[in-house]
């Protein structure tokens, strides 16, 4: 899942001061379920929007709505009629959410409402964790299926790396060691010999390196 | 309510279970409380999203109260102890929004806890009192015996 938060509403002020209508749009995937931008924060962020442009006398009107996806054309489709009646829209889907919605309206300015912040799993009520990089290489299958590269503070592929205290991370002492982890994990399933084996440098062309990434899939192509 | 003074309006969401049986105790005990607030009644405060608040004070109410069981004594368990966390997220957007976050506020009494509560909602008027109306409805939205104080 994408995890997101919510930008301060002094930001978004600023953000849309230029706009009298705005469309604040949410995404009911990703965003809904790390409670950033479903249609409940829609209508939080939206009321406070509204109460802090009436305290700082700034002519703003809101309109809400949240579709089923903002990365997804089919969905998109369904909030034309009210981005072409806002002045701009206020996306608070992901990242690629809001890109989404910027290409395929291409003369309405659209802001982003949410910083996007990393992939992760809910942890517990409240609590959400970082678990991969989308470094485009997994690595999993060597590590027990916990990554080195997420967890780990210092990214690395052959720890541990020797400041670990107990099971904690000395980079920030609340975090676990991965490589505590890691080993643990192999232990458990008898799969310590894993730890021998040196890992060479990852090669890092499948990540942000060079430029962004495109997958295509030949045999579903139409 | 006088002619001449600010009468703050304030939204109370009792619980079903404790302060809107106390509220209705209050009425069978004749004590009195300021006829400020507009009590409505919840099932539990952990039903109270946070945009009810948000919704309310938008709205044009001057203040909001919460009124839950005591801590430990919820109905539903820990219905309560949700609505505390919620109302103080609601309290930290206040202050970004520009708003005073004493504007809301949660109390907790019992079912049997008449005089208290009347002393919350008292406590309640004066705070919104001295704060004055809300931000929202300074200006033309106010009446005229308002503007007049």
């Known amino acids: 899942m994408i995890v997101a938060e919510r930008k ?7 953000i849309l001061r230029e706009h009298q209508k705005v469309l604040v749009l949410g995404c009911g995937t990703c965003v809904t379920v790390c409670l950033a931008g479903g249609e409940r924060e829609v209508s939080i962020i939206a009321s406070a929007l509204r109460i802090a442009a009436r305290i700082n006398d700034i002519p703003l009107e809101l309109e809400e709505l949240t579709i089923e996806r903002q990365c997804d054309n089919v969905f998109i489709e369904q909030a034309a009629e009210a981005i072409a009646r806002n002045d701009a829209v206020l996306s608070l889907g992901c990242g690629a959410g809001v890109q989404a919605i910027a290409e395929r309206f291409g003369q309405k300015p659209v802001y982003a409402g949410l910083d996007t912040v990393f992939l992760g799993i809910l942890e517990e009520r409240g609590i ?10 997994c690595v999993l299958h060597e590590f027990g299926g916990i990554c080195p590269i997420t967890r780990c503070a210092k990214h690395l ?3 541990p790396c020797g400041g670990s205290r107990e099971d904690r991370c000395e980079v920030q002492s609340d975090r676990e060691c991965a490589w505590q982890l890691i080993y643990q994990r192999l232990k458990d399933v008898n799969q310590l010999d894993r730890l021998k084996k040196i890992v060479p440098p990852k090669n890092w062309n499948s990540s942000l390196s060079g430029g962004y990434r495109k997958l295509i899939r030949e045999d579903h192509r139409i | 309510m006088t002619a001449d003074k600010f009468e703050p309006k304030i939204l109370a969401f009792c619980c079903h279970y404790c302060a809107y049986a106390s509220a209705d105790l209050l009425g069978s005990m004749r004590i009195q409380y300021p006829p400020n607030v507009r009590i409505i009644r919840t099932p539990c405060t952990g039903r109270l999203e946070v945009n009810f608040f948000l919704k309310a004070l938008e709205k044009g109410a001057d203040g909001v109260l919460v009124a839950g069981c005591l801590e430990g004594g919820c109905h539903f368990v820990d219905g309560n102890l949700f609505a505390k966390r919620r109302v103080d997220y609601i309290r930290s957007l206040m202050v970004e929004i ?21 002393e919350h909602i008292v406590n309640m008027v004066e705070t919104i009192s001295r704060l004055g109306p809300s931000p929202l409805r300074r200006g033309s939205e106010l009446t005229q015996a308002e503007k007049s104080t």
Not at chain 2, 105 to 117: D, F, G
């Open chain 1, 157 to 159: 592929l052959n720890g």
């Open chain 1, 128 to 137: 959400w964790t970082e678990k991969c990089a989308a470094c485009g290489s």
């Open chain 1, 8 to 14: 301060s509403i002094p930001d978004l002020l600023d």
């Open chain 2, 98 to 118: 520009g708003m005073e976050a004493d504007r809301l506020r949660m109390v907790n009494v019992s079912a049997s806890m008449a005089r208290p509560l009347s």
